[in-house]
């Protein structure tokens, strides 16, 4: 029998629910819009990218009575073209804006979500000035009555532009240029950031820049590039930041000099595009992560009494659904861009890899006592 | 009800499987009360002409087949039916039919269900491609849509799914495998309620293909009757299925199946899990609802639904979610069973619509069944990716299209030859007169040499030559005003053939100008332009250039 049907008849086992989708395009991005909506954007150079707004299939929605709602499909509610890729896409919250960034040209562009029809339109960008054209600002949104955008490609860059009015509200007033691999609105006047070298740090931006910052993990410039998520839920540590060679730091926001623990997770090799590393905190789920970026797999591990250095762990389920599921057939296999928790389903994900498939798991906790 | 008498155009399983899908569509027409329609179920091998009634409510009784199933008192006639020669193939089309002198009408593969079609008609030139349902992947028993570069000046699709995203085909399998597989585990039974054809094949083929797998022993039963009856039809038309399925008809049958057997009403009352497919589909009446109500009291116990219940049927009761359901004799049966909706519905998604309108190149796309604020998106898609235009009309509202219908002509090789050999080579770029006489003959247009056509019309040829006199003041010999003349439209004519010839005229193309003295006027120089009917446009512009002047010889 052929793998992908091996895999099926084992599926039955490791999932409860199980979906997979083809996007008509790759997406890099996965960004709620509510507990119900999911935007994607293509990535693709040289060719007109899609951003789409998706409502999930009624039945991951309903809490009661699942059996009765037979609708498995994404609706497609609103789309609109975009003439780059789209790296990064973030929604503005209580608004009808989207905020995108990419390549090539550094800008921010702002679109609108339609109202009357299902139509996304560009409508404003907001400059960037970043000399050097192969790098991208990232963006995190300040939600507010006057929603502002923090965005940056380097530290000495970091700025928040008030959306409306587009005049800057803050700087980060700095010299420092080190590249910024992520940001993250922790609250109204709180944002942390992450550098490519593994260097973070939690700002206020009510004072001038003092952040509490780590040291750098790794030895100088072998330590590999990293990315860093913030929200941990339960006691024990709520920052953990990933390296491009599998090595995954928990830290302390009190106390980012001091790393809680430092571990190796399982991968064949290091991440062959590091731009795709991403590392998430379930919002439903006690000291549970996820990462991705590595191969064609998402691994989700339970952190609780990971200590000290150097250990190896192991993942608490690996979702290996888009290589099996693959059906192009190629030889390359694909490569997860990225993925995302639900909000509300404690054990649900959405992934998406590089061949466009795009799958929503309710994985089995085996380990769980029954 | 619309008063249409005449032919209607149809596949061949469409044909044979038509009674069977309208004596299920008559049951339900029953319990809405709403239409009582006569019928008559056809003997598939003959093309009868049948005459269609109107809906008046006679009921007749049927005449006696050889049949064991005998219809129950309804009786439905058809105009002739003209079966669609085979091109059953995936991919596959049918050869073009000829309606008429004007109509021809060819049909493609649809998937979707057996039999589907996807219909080109042609007028002339010009022809539309109205789609119906389709489905652009192949599934476990046919193969997908498909349509060639036919480029027609329209394409219909419909639109009702365009704005999703479909589950994977495997993942729906995987959840029908899992909820019977659970089901199973535990000791229940599962009754699927199903048509008489569509779904219970391609959920036969699936639990089949997965029961040695799953390791299961218990066992899985189609009821007697229609669920057989369509089994035999699909026999018949195995060409019609996908590639797989016929490859392993080769070995074996794959409609006989090793673990799904026919079922016996004794056996509901049987011990144990075990697996049943019924008819009818929404649990209205006959097998499927007798076995309906000895399993639903078992919390075990599970049915699964596989598509749309009509209001007023028991199957719509419970996917509405009732669990205490009253049945005849004021009999409340209280419901504990598992209720799953499962859709299995195989429709063309946003994918599968670009898919189709890519292989078919229309020039015009206009889509159905959609609301307009919803489809602009598609609308816009599909208007970039192809640079066509796409239409939304509302039901009721007109859409006019403009078209640009080709009329071919044919061209004598003689007359191409003949041009050819003319002057310089034509250019690609520049529009070259061309003078032919056009027959109209036969629906047939030719275009030919003037001679030709007079030899075929029998008629003698005349020759009609212009000439014009252009005065020129010039002192010098004739001779001399000939070079000046030359000079002058070998660099003013650059496209055309300007030549000198040795008894002092000068040549362009066919045109001929000779200088002669003025006969009172030796300061006066007569320029003779003499050219042919043909070549009056040039000969004109040739007289006007020249009645300028020449310039100053240097």
Not at chain 1, 317 to 345: E, Q, R, S, Y
Not at chain 2, 186 to 205: D, S, W, Y
Not at chain 2, 244 to 256: A, G, H, L, P
Not at chain 2, 265 to 289: E, I, K, N
């Amino acid at each position: 029998m052929e793998p992908a049907e091996d895999w099926l008849v084992e599926s039955l086992r490791l999932y409860q629910d199980f979906h997979a989708f083809d996007l008509s395009g790759a997406t890099r991005v996965l960004e709620w819009i509510g507990d119900k909506g999911i935007l994607v954007a293509g990535y693709e150079s040289l060719k007109k990218n899609e951003i789409l707004h998706l409502i999930l299939p009624l039945r991951l929605s309903v809490k009661e009575n699942q059996g009765l709602f037979p609708e498995r499909d994404f609706k497609v509610r609103h789309g609109g073209f975009s003439d780059r890729s789209v790296f990064d896409l973030k929604y503005v919250p209580d608004t009808r804006l989207l905020v995108t960034s990419g390549l090539p040209g550094c800008y921010l562009q702002v679109w609108q979500v339609a109202e009357d029809s299902d139509v996304i339109k560009a409508v404003s960008t907001i400059d960037v000035h970043e000399k050097e054209g192969r790098l991208w600002p990232r963006m995190a949104i300040f939600s507010s009555a006057a929603p502002g955008v923090l965005h940056g490609a380097r530290l000495s860059s970091l700025k928040v532009v008030d959306l409306e009015s587009q005049k800057t509200t803050y700087s980060s007033g700095i010299s420092d240029d080190e590249l910024l691999s992520s940001l993250q609105v922790l609250d109204a006047d709180t944002f942390a950031f992450c550098c490519t070298s593994g260097r973070l740090g939690l700002v206020d931006t009510r004072q001038k820049w003092t952040p509490s910052e780590n040291f750098r993990p790794g030895s100088g410039s072998a330590g590999g590039r990293w990315c860093a998520e913030a929200g941990g839920r339960g006691p024990g540590p709520s920052i953990a930041s990933l390296g491009s060679d599998g090595q995954l730091c928990l830290l302390d926001p009190r106390d980012l000099c001091q790393p809680v623990s430092l571990v190796q997770c399982p991968v064949s090799m290091p991440s062959p595009d590091p731009e795709l590393l991403r590392v998430t905190w379930a919002p439903g789920l006690d000291n549970c992560l996820a990462i991705s970026g590595f191969d064609g797999t998402v691994q989700v591990y339970d952190v609780t009494s990971w200590g000290g250095m150097g250990r190896q762990v192991e993942p608490l389920f690996t979702h290996k659904g888009h290589i099996f599921l693959d059906g192009n057939g190629m030889d390359t296999a694909p490569l997860v861009t990225t993925h995302t928790w639900h909000p509300c389903k404690p054990r649900t994900l959405l992934s998406a890899a590089s061949d466009a498939s795009l799958h929503v798991w309710d994985w089995v906790d085996l380990h769980a006592a029954r | 009800m619309v008063g249409y008498d005449g032919p209607i155009y149809m596949t061949q399983p469409t044909q044979a499987i038509c009674p069977i899908l309208l004596e299920d569509y008559r049951k339900i027409a029953v319990d809405k009360k709403v239409v009582e329609i006569t019928k008559h179920i056809h003997d598939n091998r003959a093309l009868r002409y049948v005459e269609l009634l109107p809906l008046s409510g006679t009921v007749q009784e049927p005449q006696s087949t050889s049949n064991a199933f005998t219809p129950p008192l309804t009786h439905w006639l058809l105009s002739p039916c003209i079966l669609i020669p085979s091109a059953c193939e995936t991919p596959g089309t049918s050869p073009l039919m000829l309606v008429d002198d004007e109509l021809e009408i060819k049909a493609y593969y649809a998937g979707h269900v057996l039999g589907a079609a996807m219909f080109q008609i042609k007028v002339g030139s010009e022809s539309v491609v109205y789609t119906g349902d389709y489905n652009m992947t192949p599934d476990r028993h046919l193969g997908a849509a498909w349509i060639d570069k036919c480029r027609p000046n329209l394409l219909i699709t419909e639109s009702t799914y365009a704005t999703t995203i479909r589950d994977s085909k495997r993942c729906r399998e995987r959840d029908f495998l899992k909820k019977v597989h659970e089901t199973v585990e535990r000791g229940g039974k599962v009754l699927i309620p199903v048509f008489a054809l569509g779904r219970a094949q391609e959920l036969c083929i699936l639990l089949e293909t997965f029961w040695e797998r799953m390791d299961l022993k218990a066992p899985i039963y189609f009821s007697t009757g229609l669920t057989e009856k369509a089994n035999h039809y699909y026999k018949l038309f195995i060409p019609w299925t996908n590639q797989k399925i016929r490859k392993t008809f080769v070995q074996r049958n794959m409609f006989e199946f090793k673990h799904v057997k026919a079922f016996d009403r004794a056996f509901a009352d049987s011990p144990g899990p075990m697996v049943v497919f019924a008819t009818p589909g929404m649990l209205h009446a006959g097998q499927s609802l007798q076995i309906f109500r000895k399993w639903a009291g078992n919390e075990k116990n599970m049915v699964i639904m596989p598509g749309y219940c009509v209001q007023g049927t028991v199957g719509h009761k419970i996917l509405s979610g009732q669990r205490k359901l009253e049945m005849e004799g004021r009999q409340v049966l209280e419901v504990k069973m598992q209720v799953e909706y499962m859709s299995f519905s195989a429709h063309a998604d946003a994918k599968g619509i670009m898919q189709l309108v890519g292989q078919a190149e229309p020039e015009n796309v206009l889509l159905v069944h959609g609301e307009a604020k919803k489809m602009e998106f598609l609308k816009q898609k599909i208007e970039q990716e192809f640079r066509v235009s796409c239409y939304m009309p509302a039901n009721g509202e007109t859409v006019t299209l403009p078209t640009s219908p080709s009329i071919p002509v044919g061209i004598s090789l003689g007359l191409l030859k003949r041009e050819l050999a003319q002057g310089l080579l034509p250019d690609s770029k520049k529009p070259r007169l061309l003078h032919g006489t056009l027959i109209m003959k036969d629906s047939n247009f030719r275009l030919v040499s003037s001679e030709q056509a007079l030899k075929e019309l029998g008629l003698a040829e005349h020759q009609l030559r212009f000439t014009c006199r252009v005065h020129l003041h010039d002192t010098r010999k004739e001779q001399e005003t000939a070079v000046r003349v030359y000079s002058h439209l070998k660099s003013v004519l650059k496209d055309h053939c300007v030549q000198h010839l040795p008894d002092g005229s000068v040549t362009v193309e066919s045109i001929l100008i000779q200088a002669a003295a003025h006969s009172e006027d030796p300061g006066t120089k007569v320029l003779l332009v003499s050219w042919t009917y043909q070549d009056e446009e040039l000969g004109s512009y040739l007289t006007s250039l020249l009645k300028k002047g020449l310039p100053q010889a240097s």
